[in-house]
């Protein structure tokens, strides 16, 4: 990932948290809690694409395991995070614009619901087993209903803060590599040219006079 893109992407997943920490998760609602970090993740998967999405999930998903006040294996949400933003990236679309808004609520419920359930399983395979007194059917329900409420205001945005620092970057690139043009053509057009080129013209008026001065001499004789 370039440098642009893990710096924008860390700050956006740094602050998606300390929302969730600080203010998502003492909302005290009914069932699951809005996971504003997944949403972060799926916005970025769906303009950076499926490598830059696992990338992100796995660093986003191990703030969060270390961040308090987590109670679950260190790793665990990070695995279901990777794994979610790997398959949100395969939707990034061709030309990067989205036709419509039901591509992206499509990928939010199946995320949410994906997510809850992947979390779900890997805390069955070590042990952990508080979906099973809270509800599983409940946590699917009340995490697609959260995160669909949530995403109009939080993908879309973060979607076009991505876009811009990707599109910024191209045009820095495109400016550069049109002023090097440019001045060729200049060069070119008015005769300044330096180094190899005004090398070649020096011998090649070298050439010139030693050919000349051999044809003089085999005139003379």
Known sequence: ????????????????????????????????????????????????????GALIGFAAGLLADLAPPADHAAGRYAL?????GYLAGLAKPENGQLKSATGPMAVVVAAAVGSTLLYAGVGALVGDTAAR?????????????????????????????????????????NSAKAADVSSGWLASGTGLRIGSQRGH???????????????????RL
Do not use: W
Not at 80 to 84: A, D, N, Q
Not at 145 to 158: E, H, K, Q, S
């Open 1 to 52: 990932m370039r440098f642009n893109r893990m710096l924008i992407s860390a700050t956006l997943v740094v602050v998606a948290l300390v929302i969730q920490v600080s203010v998502l998760a003492r909302l005290h609602l009914p069932g699951a809690v809005p996971d504003l970090v997944l949403l972060t993740v799926l916005a970025l998967a769906l303009v950076y694409g499926h490598v830059g």
């Open 201 to 219: 013209r020096v011998k090649a008026a070298r050439a010139r006079v030693a050919r000349a001065g051999r044809i003089k001499g085999v005139k």
């Open 80 to 84: 279901v995070l990777c794994v979610i």
């Open 133 to 173: 007194h809270v509800g599983l059917g409940s946590l699917l329900f009340t995490a697609a209903l959260y995160d669909l409420l949530l995403a109009p205001f939080v993908v879309p945005g973060l979607m076009a803060l991505a876009r811009r620092s990707e599109s910024n970057l191209l045009g820095d690139s």
